[in-house]
């Protein structure tokens, strides 16, 4: 008889013992009873029965669900560090480096899938022949190109536009076990027109060819615009010739079609794709593709690290500062800290790269643990975009613009340029309120005003989702005469159309955008020069190429230069550097003009006169002589309820715990419990316990030794309460 450890999918910071009759490899998926119910598990070791008490009571396991492991020794490894590091429960860590299928205890093995492909007469017919039936036609393009799953087709072109295909016998039904070739990607493999780098591109170019095999992380700053991604292109071409896999994480909405077309380009090979949008069958077979070593490049979003290879080479974090590499919810992990303890374990390098990096990566960078190359100049001759504060103190309005910022509007689009329009809030404007007593219309939930949203018309909180009737008078003294506050993208984009008559608009943000195609046609339609003005949200500023844009307008940021989250700062540094780079990319120079109130601001002042860069060195200083991250560590504690006291009284009962002396280590900083950023969400009160320490391993060790007692708590039972590792996020 033999003791299995075992990783059970069950929200505790525990391992499972099962019994059975031989022993197990690493990494299998076993189905266990659990209670009353058979849950998938994995396989991380086995006990020797000395140290297991009430040995009798060992329950057998129902069985085994694989030959091989499914999870790879390194990726052990790696769930093993996540657990440990992220004090998570190791079943719940497990399942959520699975795709969905092998959650479930499917086979891990491909077996038969449902393909669409083209029929021999929608071979011979000529695509024209669907113009007037746009998706049908998108749909029959793709499969030009070859075969699709039939779920996701349907998923991606509509199931109507698949079935008329079919109806019309243009396209056929094909069920097929896919058959994966180890490197099969090489035979295809070309190497397609390659840009000669410039100097600062050829030396990072260099030095990662000499980091083959070999543990390097190196940062890759280089302002936007710079040619980051053609050192991407031309520092992998190496290692995909001498069968090393890349994986390439990208943030949340920047993984567009242009990005991954940019690949396949170049290589002319196939990209594995991984996002949250796609279907589960969809991921599986990306999953297997890689790990069968058929795939040479996966491009992919944060849980994209998970994916097993056959022999990885490389790990590129495109944008490495975005917000979207982090979970902010169950398993809290960092991406890109993942990425550095798999680069680690497989001894290949890690690039990240970001025109506005991170001040953890950049600190790691100055002080020498990160190799720093550094990209200072446009790529292709292109001008860096000139940045201007506009002072917008006794201006008049239209809309949210002044006139000073109007005037300059004008100048681009009538010399036939496009115009970037920022603004930070979606909808009409983000409050409604009494002309009369001044009472504003308040989400009950969240205690915050609802956003107007005219198009709907209906408010709704931006907070909960929540939604409810266009009030018609005042609930506190019933005036009729309601008004809105402030400016959103939808209102922006109404008064633009007033003030613009002759120039076309687009708004994009996430009400307009629902989908990644309706985002890539716009792009594409903004790109063929449809529009001279876009009035948008933060989506706007994620590594998008705009050729013809030549001003961009940031409407209002003055809120950000208040907040009380100390990152703010940095978070609009990189937002208003990123939103500078989509204009002037291409021939024509661009210039940035930001609208604010507080135009001596100082952080204002240095990032418009001496660029993110120098905003960044100094902000480290900031945060050293103010001991914040990434000089100390941090750990934050949250706990909301419904009732306000009783998540504060659990967070005090922790505080105690977390305070308590252990021998030989100097306990850390707890602050708190403090209301969060905000305070209620959807009806629950919100606290946080903010634990501070020089060095990160006394940290957790305080936490590891009182995590068993909070979770004894009872009151711990009554209110939802989570562990946030390194912390990004004080909302
Ligand atoms: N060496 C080069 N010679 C000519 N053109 C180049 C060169 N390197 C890059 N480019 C072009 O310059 C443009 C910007 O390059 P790229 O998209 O790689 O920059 P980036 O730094 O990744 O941009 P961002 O971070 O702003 O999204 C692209 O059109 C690219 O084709
Ligand atoms: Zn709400």
């Given at each position: 008889m033999t003791f299995i450890q075992v990783?059970?999918?069950?929200?505790?910071?525990?391992?499972f013992t099962y019994q059975h009759t031989r022993s197990l490899n690493?990494?299998?998926?076993v189905?266990v009873p659990?209670?009353?119910?058979?849950?998938?598990?994995?396989v991380?070791g086995t006990q020797d029965p000395a140290d297991i008490d009430n040995i009798d009571k060992i329950k057998p396991l129902n069985r085994v669900?694989?030959?091989?492991?499914?999870?790879?020794?390194?990726?052990?490894?790696?769930?093993?560090?996540?657990?440990?590091?992220?004090?998570?429960?190791?079943?719940?860590?497990?399942?959520?480096?699975?795709?969905?299928?092998?959650?479930?205890?499917?086979?891990?093995?491909?077996?038969?899938?449902?393909?669409?492909?083209?029929?021999?007469?929608?071979?011979?017919?000529?695509?024209?022949?669907?113009?007037?039936?746009?998706?049908?036609?998108?749909?029959?393009?793709?499969?030009?190109?070859?075969?699709?799953?039939?779920?996701?087709?349907?998923?991606?072109?509509?199931?109507?536009?698949?079935?008329?295909?079919?109806?019309?016998?243009?396209?056929?039904?094909?069920?097929?076990?896919?058959?994966?070739?180890?490197?099969?990607?090489?035979?295809?493999?070309?190497?397609?027109?390659?840009?000669?780098?410039?100097?600062?591109?050829?030396?990072?170019?260099?030095?990662?060819?000499?980091?083959?095999?070999?543990?390097?992380?190196?940062?890759?700053?280089?302002?936007?615009?710079?040619?980051?991604?053609?050192?991407?292109?031309?520092?992998?071409?190496?290692?995909?010739?001498?069968?090393?896999?890349?994986?390439?994480?990208?943030?949340?909405?920047?993984?567009?079609?242009?990005?991954?077309?940019?690949?396949?380009?170049?290589?002319?090979?196939?990209?594995?794709?991984?996002?949250?949008?796609?279907?589960?069958?969809?991921?599986?077979?990306?999953?297997?593709?890689?790990?069968?070593?058929?795939?040479?490049?996966?491009?992919?979003?944060?849980?994209?690290?998970?994916?097993?290879?056959?022999?990885?080479?490389?790990?590129?974090?495109?944008?490495?500062?975005?917000?979207?590499?982090?979970?902010?919810?169950?398993?809290?992990?960092?991406?890109?800290?993942?990425?550095?303890?798999?680069?680690?374990?497989?001894?290949?390098?890690?690039?990240?790269?970001?025109?506005?990096?991170?001040?953890?990566?950049?600190?790691?960078?100055?002080?020498?643990?990160?190799?720093?190359?550094?990209?200072?100049?446009?790529?292709?001759?292109?001008?860096?975009?000139?940045?201007?504060?506009?002072?917008?103190?006794?201006?008049?309005?239209?809309?949210?613009?002044?006139?000073?910022?109007?005037?300059?509007?004008?100048?681009?689009?009538?010399?036939?340029?496009?115009?970037?329009?920022?603004?930070?809030?979606?909808?009409?404007?983000?409050?409604?309120?009494?002309?009369?007593?001044?009472?504003?219309?308040?989400?009950?939930?969240?205690?915050?005003?609802?956003?107007?949203?005219?198009?709907?018309?209906?408010?709704?909180?931006?907070?909960?989702?929540?939604?409810?009737?266009?009030?018609?008078?005042?609930?506190?003294?019933?005036?009729?005469?309601?008004?809105?506050?402030?400016?959103?993208?939808?209102?922006?984009?109404?008064?633009?159309?007033?003030?613009?008559?002759?120039?076309?608009?687009?708004?994009?943000?996430?009400?307009?955008?629902?989908?990644?195609?309706?985002?890539?046609?716009?792009?594409?339609?903004?790109?063929?020069?449809?529009?001279?003005?876009?009035?948008?949200?933060?989506?706007?500023?994620?590594?998008?190429?705009?050729?013809?844009?030549?001003?961009?307008?940031?409407?209002?940021?003055?809120?950000?230069?208040?907040?009380?989250?100390?990152?703010?700062?940095?978070?609009?540094?990189?937002?208003?550097?990123?939103?500078?780079?989509?204009?002037?990319?291409?021939?024509?120079?661009?210039?940035?003009?930001?609208?604010?109130?507080?135009?001596?601001?100082?952080?204002?002042?240095?990032?418009?006169?001496?660029?993110?860069?120098?905003?960044?060195?100094?902000?480290?200083?900031?945060?050293?002589?103010?001991?914040?991250?990434?000089?100390?560590?941090?750990?934050?504690?949250?706990?909301?309820?419904?009732?306000?006291?009783?998540?504060?009284?659990?967070?005090?009962?922790?505080?105690?715990?977390?305070?308590?002396?252990?021998?030989?280590?100097?306990?850390?900083?707890?602050?708190?419990?403090?209301?969060?950023?905000?305070?209620?969400?959807?009806?629950?009160?919100?606290?946080?316990?903010?634990?501070?320490?020089?060095?990160?391993?006394?940290?957790?060790?305080?936490?590891?030794?009182?995590?068993?007692?909070?979770?004894?708590?009872?009151?711990?039972?009554?209110?939802?309460?989570?562990?946030?590792?390194?912390?990004?996020?004080?909302?």
């Amino acid at each position: 008889m033999t003791f299995i450890q075992v990783a059970v999918p069950v929200p505790l910071r525990q391992l499972f013992t099962y019994q059975h009759t031989r022993s197990l490899n690493s990494g299998v998926r076993v189905e266990v009873p659990f209670g009353p119910r058979t849950l998938v598990g994995v396989v991380v070791g086995t006990q020797d029965p000395a140290d297991i008490d009430n040995i009798d009571k060992i329950k057998p396991l129902n069985r085994v669900i694989d030959n091989e492991p499914v999870i790879a020794p390194v990726l052990l490894k790696m769930a093993h560090w996540l657990w440990q590091y992220y004090h998570h429960a190791p079943g719940e860590v497990m399942h959520a480096m699975l795709p969905v299928p092998l959650r479930k205890g499917e086979a891990a093995t491909p077996s038969a899938q449902r393909y669409l492909q083209l029929s021999d007469e929608g071979r011979q017919t000529d695509s024209d022949t669907l113009t007037r039936a746009p998706k049908q036609h998108a749909c029959f393009m793709a499969l030009k190109h070859g075969q699709l799953l039939a779920v996701e087709a349907r998923k991606q072109y509509s199931p109507s536009a698949v079935k008329s295909l079919l109806q019309k016998a243009l396209i056929e039904e094909v069920d097929q076990v896919p058959e994966f070739t180890p490197f099969g990607y090489l035979a295809q493999m070309q190497i397609g027109q390659t840009p000669v780098p410039d100097k600062e591109q050829a030396v990072a170019i260099a030095a990662l060819n000499q980091q083959h095999n070999k543990f390097v992380i190196s940062l890759l700053e280089g302002v936007t615009g710079s040619g980051k991604t053609e050192v991407y292109l031309q520092a992998i071409a190496p290692l995909l010739e001498a069968k090393q896999q890349v994986l390439i994480l990208v943030p949340e909405i920047g993984l567009t079609p242009q990005t991954v077309a940019r690949f396949e380009k170049r290589f002319s090979i196939p990209v594995g794709v991984l996002h949250s949008q796609l279907t589960d069958a969809a991921r599986l077979l990306v999953w297997q593709r890689a790990r069968a070593g058929e795939l040479g490049i996966v491009i992919g979003t944060r849980s994209a690290i998970f994916t097993p290879f056959k022999h990885l080479g490389m790990i590129i974090v495109d944008e490495e500062h975005d917000e979207s590499f982090k979970q902010q919810d169950g398993l809290r992990y960092h991406a890109r800290d993942l990425a550095a303890m798999r680069a680690k374990e497989h001894r290949i390098p890690l690039l990240l790269g970001s025109a506005t990096p991170a001040l953890e990566s950049l600190n790691n960078a100055l002080t020498g643990r990160y190799t720093h190359l550094q990209l200072t100049r446009r790529a292709g001759g292109a001008q860096s975009t000139q940045q201007h504060l506009l002072d917008a103190r006794d201006q008049p309005f239209h809309y949210g613009i002044t006139e000073g910022l109007l005037t300059i509007m004008r100048q681009h689009v009538n010399a036939g340029n496009q115009v970037l329009v920022f603004v930070n809030r979606r909808g009409f404007a983000p409050a409604m309120l009494c002309h009369h007593c001044g009472e504003t219309v308040m989400c009950k939930r969240c205690d915050k005003p609802y956003t107007v949203h005219k198009a709907q018309n209906r408010l709704q909180c931006h907070h909960c989702a929540g939604t409810r009737a266009m009030p018609r008078q005042c609930e506190a003294c019933h005036s009729h005469e309601l008004v809105t506050a402030g400016t959103g993208t939808e209102q922006v984009e109404q008064g633009l159309a007033r003030l613009f008559p002759d120039a076309k608009q687009v708004r994009i943000d996430s009400d307009t955008v629902r989908g990644k195609d309706k985002l890539h046609n716009t792009l594409d339609a903004i790109n063929r020069q449809e529009y001279q003005i876009l009035v948008g949200t933060q989506i706007l500023s994620k590594g998008h190429h705009f050729p013809h844009v030549t001003l961009v307008a940031v409407l209002d940021c003055d809120g950000a230069l208040f907040s009380a989250d100390f990152r703010a700062a940095e978070k609009l540094a990189q937002l208003v550097t990123q939103l500078a780079g989509r204009a002037g990319r291409a021939s024509k120079p661009g210039e940035m003009w930001l609208q604010t109130h507080n135009p001596h601001h100082p952080l204002l002042q240095d990032l418009v006169n001496n660029g993110y860069s120098h905003f960044a060195r100094h902000a480290l200083l900031e945060r050293k002589a103010a001991a914040l991250p990434p000089f100390i560590s941090q750990i934050i504690i949250r706990a909301e309820a419904t009732d306000s006291a009783l998540a504060f009284g659990f967070l005090q009962q922790c505080k105690t715990q977390l305070l308590m002396p252990i021998d030989n280590i100097e306990g850390p900083s707890v602050g708190g419990p403090f209301p969060c950023l905000m305070e209620k969400r959807q009806g629950r009160y919100r606290f946080m316990l903010v634990c501070n320490h020089a060095k990160r391993g006394p940290l957790h060790a305080t936490l590891r030794r009182a995590l068993p007692y909070m979770q004894a708590l009872p009151e711990g039972a009554k209110v939802r309460w989570s562990v946030d590792i390194d912390p990004t996020d004080f909302s």
